[in-house]
C-alpha cells in the first residue's frame, strides 16, 4: 500500500486522511497538540453547547458523502432555513433566486443580473471573486453576491480570493444559466447528528493511525519519496499532507514558493453568546452575513440553537 502522511488533524486533515484511506492507502495522521478536530470543537457551558467552527455541510456533495459515509457520520438537515443580511436592520433572503427580491437591490440591479446570460462578460485572467461576480452581474448585485459569498463560506476578502480556486463551478460559462441547470439537485445545509464533535471523533477512528502529540517538524525528498522529520523521529511517505495553516505549512518546506509569499491566514475570532430566549430577540433562522457596506467587525452569525435545538436548554438561546 501506498504510504500517506497527514500532518494537522484539523477537520481537513481528517477528511483528507479518511478519503486517502478510502482509497486503499495506508495512513498516519501526525497532530502537534493532544486532540483532533484543529480549531473545530464544542464549547459546553451551562447547557449550552456552542460550535468553535464550522457545524454545518451542505449536502449532498460528490467529494464529501463518500468520505462521511466510510466514517459513519450521519447528517440530517437543519429545521431552521431562512437566512438574513445585516445592513443596518436583518433583511430576510427568499429562497430561491435570494438576491433578486432582497429589497437591498435596485429594480436597475436587479434586471441586470437577470440579464446576465446576455450582458454577463469575462473578467479576464484569474479574477478574484469579486471581479468575476461584477462582471457577470453589475457592479450592485455583483458586489452583494461576492461578499456574501466570501464571507459565508471563507470569512474572506472577495477581492483576495481566486474565483476558480474559491467557486470553480462557477468560473466558467454563465452563472445564471448553470444554476437553472443544477435546480433539480439542490443542496441542503445539514449537521452532523451527534454534533461537530461527535463528527471528529468518527473521523478520527475512521483516519488511519493518528498520533496526537508529535508535531511534524519539517518535510523534504527522499529519492522520489518524502522525508517527515518529527518531534520523536521520522518518517517515510509516498504522499504527504500538509493540512496546517500557510505560515506552518511554509515553515516545514526547504522552498515554500507561493505557500510563503501569497498565502495568508485571516484574524478571525469565533464568539459564542447565550442567554434567555425572550432577552435574544433576534427572528427564527439559520442565522446573517453581513453586507459589503459593513465594517467588516462583524462578518455574520450563525443562530446556533435554531440550527440544533440541542445546543441550548429549553427557554435559552
Do not use: Q
Not at 499532507?241 to 505549512?249: G, Q, R
Amino acid at each position: 500500500m501506498r504510504r500517506t502522511v497527514v500532518v494537522g488533524a484539523g477537520l481537513s486533515g481528517l477528511l483528507g486522511a479518511v478519503e486517502r484511506r478510502r482509497r486503499g492507502d495506508d495512513v498516519l495522521v501526525l497532530e502537534a497538540s493532544d486532540r483532533p478536530g484543529g480549531v473545530a470543537g464544542v464549547v459546553e457551558r451551562d447547557g449550552h453547547r456552542i460550535p468553535t467552527a464550522v457545524a454545518s455541510l451542505r449536502l449532498p456533495d460528490p467529494a464529501l458523502d463518500p468520505i462521511l459515509e466510510a466514517a459513519a457520520v450521519e447528517t440530517v438537515p437543519v429545521a431552521a432555513s431562512a437566512r438574513f443580511i445585516a445592513d443596518g436592520a436583518l433583511h430576510r433572503l427568499a429562497p430561491g433566486w435570494d438576491l433578486l427580491t432582497t429589497s437591498l437591490v435596485g429594480r436597475s440591479g436587479k434586471l441586470r443580473a437577470l440579464l446576465e446570460p446576455v450582458l454577463g462578460r469575462s473578467a479576464g485572467e484569474a479574477p478574484t471573486v469579486g471581479e468575476m461576480m461584477r462582471s457577470r452581474f453589475g457592479e450592485e448585485v455583483g458586489d452583494l453576491a461576492a461578499t456574501l459569498m466570501t464571507r459565508g463560506v471563507f470569512a474572506g476578502d472577495p477581492d483576495h480570493l481566486s474565483a476558480a480556486a474559491a467557486f470553480p463551478s462557477l468560473s466558467e460559462g454563465s452563472i445564471v444559466l448553470g444554476a437553472i441547470r443544477r435546480g433539480a439537485s439542490r443542496k441542503a445545509t445539514c449537521v452532523p447528528v451527534g454534533g461537530v464533535d461527535g463528527m471528529i471523533s468518527r473521523l478520527a477512528a475512521a483516519a488511519g493511525e493518528v498520533r496526537l502529540g508529535e508535531a511534524a517538524l519539517s518535510v523534504s525528498r527522499h529519492g522520489n519519496r518524502w522525508r517527515v522529520e518529527t518531534s520523536t523521529g521520522r518518517e517515510i511517505a509516498d504522499r504527504v499532507i500538509l493540512a496546517v495553516s500557510p505560515p506552518v505549512a511554509a515553515s516545514m518546506l526547504a522552498d515554500p514558493g507561493p505557500v510563503g509569499e501569497r498565502w495568508h491566514p485571516l484574524p478571525v475570532a469565533v464568539v459564542g453568546l447565550a442567554g434567555h430566549a425572550d432577552r435574544i430577540p433576534y427572528p427564527h433562522g439559520f442565522g446573517f452575513l453581513s453586507g459589503p457596506d459593513h465594517d467588516g467587525t462583524v462578518l455574520g452569525c450563525v443562530f446556533e440553537s435554531d440550527v440544533d435545538p440541542s445546543a441550548a436548554p429549553p427557554g435559552r438561546r
